[in-house]
C-alpha cells in the first residue's frame, strides 16, 4: 500500500460538506454525549429519514433491507464534530483488490459482482454451525446505524455512517464452544466476476482473510454491516455482508463475507502473509507505531485536495480508546501491532 501525505493546512468541516448535511449533523451531534452514544437520542432522530443523506445515490435494495429500514435504531452510535464524508467520495475511493488496485477500480469493476443469492457459512468451534441464504442470516438481527472512523493503513481516514449489527449477537445465536478464541472471515472466492483475482497481481493468496480475537469480537463497536448512507451496500464496499471494526486499520474490514469460522488458532490473514513486518494480526490504530515505510501520527481525512489537504493527529486507538484499550491491558502494543 502506497501513500503520498501533502503539507498540513486547516480546514474547517463546513468546507467538505454541503452545508445541509453539515447543519443537520450539527443538531444531531450536539445529542450524543461525550461522542459515543448509544441510543438515548430525541424521538425524531430515530425515524427513518431518507433526506439525510442527500447525496447518496439510490440502490436496489433487496426486499429484506427494506423489511428492516422501519426498525433500524438510526444514529445509534456518533462521531461528534466531524463531518460525514461525502457518499461520492466513500464510494469512489476503495481498496477491493479483488477488483483492482487503483482507487477508482472497484467503483469501475464491482458491478459484475453478483449479491443475489449470497449464501453464509458458519462453522469451526460452534454449537450451531449451519449454512444460511443471507436473508435468513440476517433474520434475528435488528439494523443499528454506526457513525464511525474509517482509518486505513495508508494513513487516510473517512467518517461513515454504517449500518449494521454487533457481532456479539451472531455468537450469541451460534454459540462458540469452549475451544474457540478467534474468528475468522472470508471473502468470496470467484475469479469469474472478479477481475483482481484472475489478473497476474499475485500478492494476494485468494481468498482474503481477517480475523479478531474472540473478546474484539464481543466488543459492542464491532459490528458486521450491510448497509452504509441509509441504503444497502455498495458493492465497492464490500456488499453484501463486511466487516466493520472502527478502532483498527481497515484492512481488518473484510469485504462480501462468505464464510465465518470460530478457531481455535490466530488465523494467518491476508496482510499478514503478504509482509508480516508492516501488517500485524492487532492493527489497532496507534500514531506512535509507524509503519515501516511511513509515519502512523497524522491522516489525511477525505475529501483533500492540494489546496485543502485536511491533515488531521491519529488518535489512539482511532478515538475509540474508553471501549476498547481494556482488551489490550498488559500487551506490548510495539511488538504486538
Ligand atoms: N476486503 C477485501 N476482500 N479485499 C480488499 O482488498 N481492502 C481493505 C478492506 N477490506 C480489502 C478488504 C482495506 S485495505 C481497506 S482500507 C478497507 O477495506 C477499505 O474499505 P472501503 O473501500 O469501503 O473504504
Not at 37 to 45: I, T
Not at 115 to 125: H, S
Request: glycine share 6%.
Amino acid at each position: 500500500m502506497l501513500i503520498k501525505i501533502p503539507f498540513a493546512s486547516a480546514c474547517k468541516e463546513s468546507d467538505v460538506t454541503p452545508e445541509s448535511i453539515y447543519l443537520s449533523r450539527r443538531a444531531v451531534l450536539g445529542a450524543s454525549l461525550a461522542g459515543f452514544a448509544f441510543s438515548a437520542l430525541p424521538s425524531w432522530a430515530q425515524a427513518a429519514d431518507p433526506s439525510r443523506y442527500p447525496d447518496v445515490e439510490a440502490g436496489k435494495p433487496p426486499g429484506w433491507f427494506s423489511d428492516k429500514l422501519t426498525s433500524t435504531k438510526w444514529q445509534a452510535v456518533t462521531v461528534q464534530n466531524e463531518a460525514i464524508t461525502p457518499f461520492k467520495d466513500a464510494t469512489h475511493y476503495n481498496n477491493f483488490y479483488e477488483f483492482g488496485t487503483d482507487k477508482g477500480d472497484p467503483a469501475q469493476n464491482a458491478g459484475s459482482l453478483k449479491t443475489e443469492p449470497w449464501t453464509v457459512v458458519i462453522d469451526g468451534e460452534v454449537a450451531k454451525p449451519g449454512r444460511y441464504a443471507l436473508e435468513d442470516f440476517m433474520k434475528p438481527y435488528q439494523l443499528e446505524e454506526r457513525i464511525y472512523r474509517l482509518r486505513c493503513v495508508e494513513a487516510w481516514s473517512m467518517v461513515i455512517p454504517w449500518m449494521g449489527f454487533p457481532i456479539a449477537a451472531l455468537l450469541k445465536q451460534v454459540e462458540p464452544t469452549a475451544k474457540a478464541k478467534y474468528i475468522r472471515f472470508e471473502t468470496l472466492q470467484d475469479p469469474k466476476t472478479m477481475p483482481g483475482q484472475r489478473s497476474g497481481f499475485a500478492l494476494i493468496d485468494w481468498p482474503y482473510v481477517e480475523g479478531l480475537r474472540l473478546d474484539e469480537a464481543m466488543n459492542p463497536l464491532a459490528i458486521l454491516a450491510v448497509g452504509m448512507y441509509g441504503r444497502e451496500l455498495p458493492n465497492q464496499n464490500g456488499a453484501p455482508l463486511r466487516l466493520v471494526v472502527p478502532w483498527k486499520y481497515g484492512f481488518k474490514s473484510v469485504k462480501s463475507i462468505v464464510r465465518i469460522s470460530l478457531v481455535s488458532e490466530q488465523p494467518k490473514t491476508t496482510w499478514q502473509s503478504i509482509s508480516a513486518n508492516e501488517y500485524g494480526f492487532y492493527a489497532n490504530v496507534n500514531p506512535t507505531v509507524d509503519h515501516p515505510r511511513w509515519t502512523q501520527a497524522r491522516e489525511r481525512r477525505l475529501p483533500s485536495g492540494l489546496f485543502s489537504p485536511n491533515i488531521r493527529p491519529t488518535e489512539m486507538f482511532n478515538g475509540y480508546g474508553e471501549q476498547v484499550a481494556s482488551l489490550y491491558t498488559g500487551m506490548d502494543l510495539r511488538k504486538d501491532y
